[in-house]
Nanobody
Framework: QVQLLELGGGSVQTGGSLTLSCRASGFAAPFSSYSMGWFRQAPGKAREGVALITPTSATSYLGSVKGRYTIARDKAKNTLYLQMHSLQPADTAIYYC?????????????????WGQGTQVTVSS
């Protein structure tokens, strides 16, 4: 059974930084063979893809986070990371880690088969 455990959420002030991690276990295939992503959902808003990464480490970012967020994975630790800098109140949301096949990268949330429980990120002004 696949498990994705997000860690690292919290509260910061505008301009601050946080690093989220997602520890993965239970994959049928090697961790590095999955497309993975970070998604977020703010109150009253739809879930949106923030950053995605393929098995070959190609990446894709939501326009509003480009240059501020970096997605990366550590294959030895089966862990996905999201470094977030210059955080703004608009970044406040529950952040979710997700994994899946190639559709997870090309289709976003609807293409990801496995999800973590989420971690809260709150940015105050």
């Amino acid at each position: 059974q696949v498990q994705l455990l997000e860690l690292g959420g919290g509260s910061v002030q505008t301009g601050g930084s946080l690093t989220l991690s997602c520890r993965a276990s239970g994959f049928a295939a090697p961790f590095s063979s999955y497309s993975m992503g970070w998604f977020r959902q703010a109150p009253g808003k739809a879930r949106e893809g923030v950053a995605l990464i393929t098995p070959t480490s190609a990446t894709s970012y939501l326009g509003s986070v480009k240059g501020r967020y970096t997605i990366a994975r550590d294959k030895a630790k089966n862990t996905l990371y999201l470094q977030m800098h210059s955080l703004q109140p608009a970044d406040t949301a529950i952040y979710y880690c997700a994994a899946g096949g190639s559709d997870c990268y090309t289709r976003g949330a609807s293409g990801c088969s496995d999800w973590g429980q989420g971690t809260q990120v709150t940015v105050s002004s």
